[in-house]
T-cell receptor, first 113, second 114 residues
Framework: AQSVTQLDSQVPVFEEAPVELRCNYS??????LFWYVQYPNQGLQLLLK??????LVKSINGFEAEFNKSQTSFHLRQPSVHIRDTAEYFC???????????FGAGTRLFVKA | EAQVTQNPRYLITVTGKKLTVTCSQN?????MSWYRQDPGLGLRQIYY???????DKGDVPEGYKVSRKEKRNFPLILESPSPNQTSLYFC?????????????FGPGTRLLVL
């Protein structure tokens, strides 16, 4: 069975500092990997995803994540966070042959001035 | 505007009183899904639908029903709600089977069962 572990439930950070949100998954088959972001009182929206090809994927607002197959990880990084990045971030995995997506428990990112 | 809508956004009800949460998408998506979000547990899939008249159970289907009679609508039915179904519910849709496709989420329905 697949599972997703987000290692930090909350991450406080000062504005303009770098941050890494950690995600590890377990699966016996090939996977697709996603990061979704949930701003306060909103639904989730896709931040970035890995399907195949280059293991480093980037979003339009400076976030990036690297697929590491040997470590079964898909950590999310932002070199310089902004107040507006305060949100909950969810890592998710789906296998290439099924219909389901499994979500992690989420990481709350607090960006302080 | 492409979107997924849910109604109602907030609902307070009592144990055993049947309720329906509606979900509609205007993107002609084949795949639709219901999730519940609980603190510390993330999102857990309740039911999903691959297309009209094609639904299947997710990880936590007990106490819920769904139907998919039209492509755009995917209502979630709680026949006899119980307090452990108090949660935040999200409907989502994607263009095809869902695997590898981006899911588009509705704004959420916050349900309190007394």
């Amino acid at each position: 069975a697949q599972s997703v572990t987000q290692l930090d439930s909350q991450v406080p950070v000062f504005e303009e500092a770098p941050v890494e949100l950690r995600c590890n998954y377990s699966s016996s088959v090939s996977v697709y990997l996603f990061w979704y972001v949930q701003y306060p009182n909103q639904g989730l929206q896709l931040l970035l995803k890995y399907l195949s090809g280059s293991t480093l994927v980037k979003s339009i607002n400076g976030f990036e994540a690297e697929f590491n197959k040997s470590q079964t990880s898909f950590h999310l990084r932002q070199p310089s966070v902004h107040i507006r990045d305060t949100a909950e971030y969810f890592c998710a995995v789906s296998n290439t042959g099924g219909f389901k997506t499994i979500f992690g428990a989420g990481t709350r990112l607090f960006v302080k001035a | 505007e492409a979107q997924v809508t849910q109604n109602p956004r907030y609902l307070i009800t009592v144990t055993g009183k049947k309720l329906t949460v509606t979900c509609s998408q205007n993107m002609n998506h084949e795949y639709m899904s219901w999730y519940r979000q609980d603190p510390g547990l993330g999102l857990r899939q309740i039911y999903y639908s691959m297309n009209v008249e094609a639904t299947d159970k997710g990880d936590v289907p007990e106490g819920y029903k769904v139907s998919r009679k039209e492509k755009r609508n995917f209502p979630l039915i709680l026949e006899s709600p119980s307090p452990n179904q108090t949660s935040l519910y999200f409907c989502a849709s994607s263009a095809s089977r869902g695997v590898g496709e981006t899911q588009y989420f509705g704004p959420g329905t916050r349900l309190l069962v007394l």
